[in-house]
């Protein structure tokens, strides 16, 4: 209830995300690219103004924002609707595609509160063609969407061309600590990670933020050296996420700035390697990072409330049938 009262002033954003969020457009200046910055948020436009202040306190330039009409659903009492994200998120993705130029790479970040993983998932799948509208469509019933945005989805799969637009990396923060399983179903296209320092470190390694702005990042977050040499070692282990060795250039940084433990690093000869060898892995992690389609089917009541509500609804009717029957 205190939310729709709050100036731009009062919202505080996660250590770290304002920095990494200015760091990914200074990087792709410096390399001569261009980039865009949309948000989707599930906050009704009524609150904009303290949204739009905030980013402006943060000096962050942006391209777009999307607000869900979340007063809609209040004045027709349907209360499920204000928690379900999947249909909103994925008709504001198709229908923000208009405005990405052909040729491009999309790159999504969200948490693991609500659906952001499943969503970002189907869309990529959607764009890379591995993903058909009736397949989409089945899915969106199963979940229960509301019809107004079953109807946009329906609009924006039968507009849509394939204009070698990609998703090139889906970056969730683990809010709610979900297990790694749950995560690594949706393929090494998704990368997780716990705090804005270790996504800073994925993002390094994909060649999409500089030293400076992780630097800048480990900073901000205000974590101690030895929780800093944690996520960095954590990072360069691998696992799942789209990684591999951190630079040794990236650690004499930190550690020069007093921002990491001492660390014996790779010794010259991996050192001479080290730039073939992360070629070598990132033109392999393009090639698997897509992967097998995720079973959207079966994950679809761990990402959405009113599927999990109707999984639970149709096992219960078969056990009294069966119960019956007996």
């Known amino acids: 209830m205190r939310v729709p009262f709050e100036k731009g002033r009062d919202k505080v954003a996660l250590p770290g995300v304002v920095e990494l969020i200015k760091g990914l457009r200074t990087t792709a200046s410096k390399q001569g690219r261009d980039s865009r910055l949309f948000f989707i948020t599930a906050s009704p436009p009524q609150i904009g103004t303290a949204i739009r202040d905030k980013l402006e306190l943060d000096g962050i330039d942006y391209d777009g924002i999307g607000f869900k009409n979340q007063f809609r659903h209040l004045m027709r009492g ?49 764009v890379d063609g591995r993903v058909g509208a009736g397949r989409v469509l089945s899915l969106l019933e199963k979940a229960g969407v509301e019809d107004l945005y079953v109807s946009k989805v329906e609009r924006f799969l039968a507009l849509r061309e394939d204009r070698g637009h990609r998703v090139g990396g889906i970056y969730i923060l683990r809010q709610r600590m979900r297990r790694a399983e749950e995560l690594e179903c949706f393929g090494r296209r998704l990368s997780w990670f716990d705090d804005y320092f270790e996504a800073a470190l994925l993002l390094h390694c994909e060649r999409l933020l500089s030293s400076e702005a992780v630097c800048e990042i480990a900073a901000a977050t205000r974590f101690g050296p030895a929780h800093l040499s944690a996520c960095l070692e954590g990072v360069a282990s691998g696992g799942n996420r789209r990684s591999f060795k951190v630079p040794a250039s990236l650690r004499r940084q930190l550690f020069g700035a007093g921002l990491l433990e001492p660390s014996s690093g790779a010794g010259p000869v991996a050192a001479f390697f080290a730039p073939a ?50």
């Open 277 to 326: 060898l992360q070629s070598c892995r990132r033109a392999l992690n393009a090639l698997r990072a897509a992967g097998a389609v995720p079973a959207y089917e079966r994950l679809l009541p761990t990402w959405s409330k009113r599927a999990k509500r109707g999984a639970e609804s149709e096992l219960g009717e078969k056990h009294e049938s069966r119960e019956a029957a007996e």
């Open 78 to 126: 349907d209360f499920g609707a204000l928690r379900e994200q999947l249909g909103y998120k994925l008709s504001e993705l198709l229908g923000g595609l208009a405005q990405i130029p052909p040729g491009s790479r999309e790159y999504l970040f969200g948490d693991d509160w609500e659906s952001d993983p499943f969503v970002y998932s189907l869309y990529a799948d959607i």
